[in-house]
């Protein structure tokens, strides 16, 4: 049984490759048989087929055979680890960027606040 983090680690790794971010992108659409998935790639079949392969491993999608047919679906929940773990990371940075807006904000309140009294000047 692989760990959570084994898992997190395969799924990454599958969707670092273009390729297999496009399939993914298309198998969203729904399922489709495996020539239908190399029709936009100047890819081999047997470079289809290692990139599918990938994806199954990681378990973002399944495939089974239908008569001659080799069909392959998506499994989004599979991508639910991903999200989860990337969740944590986005809460941390928009706390961080709302920090920033106000620093932002104050700063520039106060810097207008400044230009509009204009400098002082001495008397002669």
């Known amino acids: 049984m692989a760990t959570e983090t084994d898992t997190l680690s395969a799924t990454f790794a599958a969707l670092a490759d273009p390729t297999r971010r496009a399939i993914l992108a298309r198998l969203a659409d729904g399922e489709a048989t495996v020539g239908e998935l190399a029709n936009p790639f100047r890819i081999s079949a047997p470079a289809i087929s290692r990139h599918l392969r990938v ?44 920090r920033l807006v106000e620093f932002v904000e104050r700063t520039h309140a106060t810097g207008t606040a400044m230009h509009t009294a204009g400098p002082r000047r001495k008397k002669p």
């Open 55 to 98: 994806l199954a491993d990681a378990g973002l999608i399944e495939r089974e055979i239908d008569a001659r047919w080799r069909i392959c679906h998506l499994r989004a929940d599979a991508l639910r680890g991903a999200h989860d773990w990337l969740a944590t990371y986005r809460r941390h940075w928009e706390g961080n960027l709302d």
